[in-house]
């Protein structure tokens, strides 16, 4: 599998598209308060059996047909892309905390609000949860700026806890080292500065190999 792997164009019209995401947005949303309410339920023993009837019942039913692969990034012929099963900022993925990502003068920022579904220590964002908003959002400052790249290394400085509930993430692009992008990031909530990151995005080989075969006079 490679970072050229999973990439596809489309023919979808922007109306195609956009009623896909009418219909596929809110089921996301409702088995995201799924997940909420599994975690958080405290209901009678009768009422958590029927429920787990009821999810198995719709999981059989979205299961009765599937995509041959997972999602992927899908290119318009615009230059609009979907990547509706990212784990953090997926449409269709209801794990996703879904960040929607803002760029601003090289400032890529985000707010998400993060239910007891993301605990690590009690009452705090899982540290493995904290580094993926981080690497999303750190990859998609280096992406926006032109300058994109798998993660090679991510460092995560841990300040103190990130309380669950609303969480800010940003990032910009700090420098640019031949094929390497350094990236820094932050994560904020109403306690202040929870964890600072940098990350190194490396644009592959094989990608920087297919660029310079694609640069070259014919
Ligand atoms: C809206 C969309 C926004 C998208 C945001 C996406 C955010 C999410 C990003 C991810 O989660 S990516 C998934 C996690 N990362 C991976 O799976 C990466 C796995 N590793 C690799 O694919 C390769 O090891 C890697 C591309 C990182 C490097 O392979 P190369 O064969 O291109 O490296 P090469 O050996 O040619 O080295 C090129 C340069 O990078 C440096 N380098 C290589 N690996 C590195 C590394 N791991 N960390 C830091 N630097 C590294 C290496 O020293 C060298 O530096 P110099 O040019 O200065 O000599």
Redesign the pocket.
């Known amino acids: 599998m490679s970072?050229l792997d999973g990439h596809e164009a489309e023919r979808k019209t922007r109306e195609q598209i956009e009623a896909e995401a009418e219909l596929f947005g809110p089921l996301t949303s409702s088995v995201r308060s799924l997940i909420d309410a599994t975690v958080m339920t405290d209901a009678a023993p009768e009422h958590i059996v029927r429920a787990r009837a009821l999810v198995e019942e719709a999981a059989a039913l979205l299961d009765s047909r599937r995509m041959s692969a997972p999602f992927g990034t899908k290119w318009s012929a615009d230059g609009t892309r979907r990547?509706w099963g990212n784990a953090v900022?997926g449409l269709r993925n209801p794990i996703a905390p879904l960040l929607e990502?803002a760029y601003e003068d090289g400032l890529a920022s985000a707010e998400a609000d993060l239910g007891a579904a993301y605990e690590g220590p009690p009452g705090l964002v899982h540290g493995g949860v904290v580094a993926l908003l981080l690497?999303?959002i750190?990859?998609?400052a280096?992406?926006h700026a032109g300058v994109?790249?798998?993660?090679?290394?991510l460092t995560v400085r841990y300040r103190k806890g990130t309380r669950l509930g609303p969480v800010r993430v940003t990032a910009r692009v700090d420098r640019v080292?031949?094929?390497?992008t350094f990236a820094v990031g932050r994560v904020h909530t109403a306690d202040g500065l929870c964890a600072e990151a940098e990350g190194?995005?490396?644009?592959?080989?094989e990608v920087?190999d297919m660029v310079a075969e694609m640069g070259r006079p014919q």
Not at 200 to 205: C, D, K, N, S, T
């Open positions: 970072m990547s900022i990502v690497d999303q750190l990859g998609g280096a992406d994109p790249g798998m993660t090679g290394t080292e031949g094929v390497k190194i995005f490396v644009l592959p080989r920087r």
